[in-house]
């Protein structure tokens, strides 16, 4: 795997190293993984049904870097509000992240067989469970997000709408559709395919942060540079996908490797190449973490820590 690790500006510049960045990331990571772990069996005061259940949890607890629910806890403790308090919101942002995975993989969709090194969930279970266990982890979610205690109801509200807006349709249910439209056309273009991930993958990649910052109770500007940081992350985050996709193994990446020229999906390596879409990735997570350059304190670093191990990671 090529090395992305550059230096665009003092901001990027960042204090923690990436062996300091992943420790960091897995010790957030595991607290996030272990509120999981008990979230579905108290979801509605019930046990679901067992099959239901099942594959729930087998989506849900799979594993990942849990980016998504770390970047809203890391955003929260950057103005003042530790990580429990957001602990339910930021859980149900991951459930989201899985929901979409669950559809993504369908074969209406894109019919994958591995996920995370484990067959999908349709394939572990069948098409049906799969559906209803995405749609039970995506109204589930919103019960968690308003199950939030201790924060003014009214932050509680706003931070449960831009994650609403992320996940719906003019954020990551809009960017699918675009991208099932735009698989096997000729002639997308950049633009086009910017606006289309934009929505598909960085909204929810951007949501976290504004909702973590509104939790805190942020002001305007503060949320504006957090919103900031979480839409140029994105668009690193998902160059980076399109390059793994061409340059990765089954084994690190958990899942088949040339699905997207397989499918004749319009990426960024097939418009622009390895080196221009690696410049670009790296660009990008620059302007990142130069949205940050104005907060200081380990939340800041490992934040800014992040951007750059979003282009350096192998899966």
């Excluded at 160059?239 to 958990?254: R, S, V």
Aim: hydrophobic share 45%.
């Amino acid at each position: 795997m090529q090395d992305f690790s550059f230096a665009l500006s003092p901001a990027f510049s960042p204090a923690l190293a990436m062996t300091e960045v992943k420790a960091l990331l897995q010790k957030e990571a595991a607290a996030v993984e272990s509120w999981l772990s008990g979230c579905l069996r108290a979801a509605c005061g019930e046990t679901p049904p067992p099959l239901l259940l099942q594959a729930m949890e087998y989506s849900l607890l799979a594993g990942g870097k849990r980016i998504r629910p770390v970047l809203c806890v890391l955003s929260a403790r950057l103005f003042g509000l530790e990580g429990a308090a957001v602990m339910p919101f930021a859980g149900a942002i991951e459930c989201i992240h899985t929901y979409s995975l669950i559809h993504d993989d369908l074969p209406a969709m894109d019919d994958d067989d591995l996920r995370r090194g484990k067959p999908t969930c349709h394939k572990r279970f069948d098409e049906a469970t799969a559906i209803l266990a995405g749609d039970a982890l995506l109204t589930d979610a919103f019960g968690f997000m308003l199950s939030v205690g201790g924060i003014p109801a009214e932050r509680v509200l706003a931070a449960a709408r831009a994650v609403a807006l992320a996940a719906g349709s003019c954020g990551m249910v809009g960017g699918q559709s675009l991208d099932m439209r735009y698989t096997a056309k000729s002639g997308v273009s950049l633009e086009e395919l910017a606006r289309m991930h934009a929505m598909k993958t960085g909204a929810l990649l951007r949501a976290p942060c504004v909702a973590g910052a509104v939790l805190a109770g942020a002001g305007a500007g503060d949320v504006e540079a957090l919103g900031r940081y979480g839409a140029f992350l994105g668009t690193a985050f998902q160059i980076a996908d399109d390059i793994l996709d061409e340059t990765g193994t089954p084994e690190q990446l958990g899942k088949a490797v040339g699905r997207d020229a397989a499918l004749r999906k319009t990426t960024y390596p097939s418009l622009l190449g390895l080196e221009e879409s690696r410049r670009m990735a790296r660009e990008q997570a620059g302007k990142a973490a130069d949205a940050l350059a104005l907060y200081a304190g380990e939340a800041a670093a490992l934040l800014r820590g992040l951007a750059e191990y979003t282009v350096n990671r192998v899966s």
